[in-house]
């Protein structure tokens, strides 16, 4: 199971990105929480509306559970993976949107939460989140019986960490230029 995520601030251009219709099969928005927002553009709108007390620059939390091709999750897991994730970056109780895309057959879900605490006007930190996603990927696939993963930060028992992996904004850059990052990157290493 891969988790990755991160801060962001855009919640229109997200809703958007989230509602995409023409590079994914199916769009269905599970769940919107703790919002007055009725779908997914206000309630992403709002949630970043709760940052405008704060100087926060990026108060939305955007993460995407994504399971390997040949692994499915009942509903019942899907909620279980969310929760785990939402646990573990301390998230617990904050307003969220749910979305699931079914992209080539494969099944994954985006949840979005917002950073700020109302109560103490906030954001919530976000740090070390690449390693709580991992440590959230594996609890997972041990409790669902899935093939391991093998991560970059936790559990590499001595294996060497796996290279990189293109970033979203390079993978965007290849769909519209052609190109596949990876080759290029083996290209400039040869020069």
Same mark, same amino acid.
């Given at each position: $199971?891969?988790?990755?995520? =991160? %801060?962001?601030? =855009?919640?229109?251009?997200?809703? #958007?990105?989230?509602?995409? %219709?023409?590079?994914?099969?199916?769009?269905?928005?599970?769940?919107?929480?703790?919002?007055?927002?009725?779908?997914? *553009?206000?309630?992403?709108? /709002?949630?970043?509306? @709760?940052?405008?007390?704060?100087?926060?620059?990026?108060?939305?939390?955007?993460?995407?559970?994504?399971?390997?091709? *040949?692994?499915?999750?009942?509903?019942?897991?899907? =909620?279980?993976?969310?929760?785990?994730?939402?646990?573990?970056?301390? @998230?617990? =109780?904050?307003?969220?949107?749910?979305?699931?895309?079914?992209? /080539?057959?494969?099944?994954?879900?985006?949840? #979005?939460?917002?950073?700020? *605490?109302?109560?103490?006007?906030?954001?919530?930190?976000?740090?070390?989140?690449?390693?709580?996603?991992?440590?959230?990927?594996?609890?997972?696939?041990?409790? @669902?019986?899935?093939?391991?993963?093998?991560?970059?930060?936790?559990?590499?028992?001595?294996?060497?960490?796996?290279?990189?992996?293109?970033?979203?904004?390079? $993978?965007?850059?290849?769909?519209?230029?052609?190109? *596949?990052?990876?080759?290029?990157?083996?290209?400039?290493?040869?020069?």
């Amino acid at each position: $199971m891969i988790i990755k995520g =991160g %801060t962001r601030a =855009g919640g229109a251009d997200l809703g #958007v990105h989230l509602n995409r %219709t023409d590079t994914n099969e199916r769009v269905r928005v599970l769940e919107l929480r703790g919002v007055a927002g009725v779908n997914l *553009d206000q309630a992403l709108r /709002e949630m970043e509306a @709760f940052g405008a007390g704060t100087r926060c620059k990026s108060p939305l939390y955007h993460a995407n559970i994504d399971p390997r091709a *040949d692994e499915r999750l009942t509903p019942e897991q899907w =909620g279980r993976a969310v929760d785990a994730l939402e646990a573990k970056l301390g @998230f617990t =109780g904050q307003p969220r949107a749910l979305v699931q895309h079914v992209k /080539e057959g494969r099944e994954h879900v985006h949840v #979005v939460w917002s950073r700020i *605490d109302i109560e103490r006007n906030r954001a919530i930190p976000d740090s070390h989140n690449y390693r709580k996603h991992e440590e959230v990927a594996r609890v997972l696939e041990r409790e @669902f019986g899935h093939e391991r993963v093998q991560g970059a930060h936790v559990e590499r028992e001595g294996k060497e960490r796996p290279a990189r992996t293109p970033s979203h904004a390079e $993978m965007q850059q290849a769909e519209r230029s052609g190109l *596949d990052p990876k080759a290029i990157k083996a290209e400039i290493t040869a020069l």
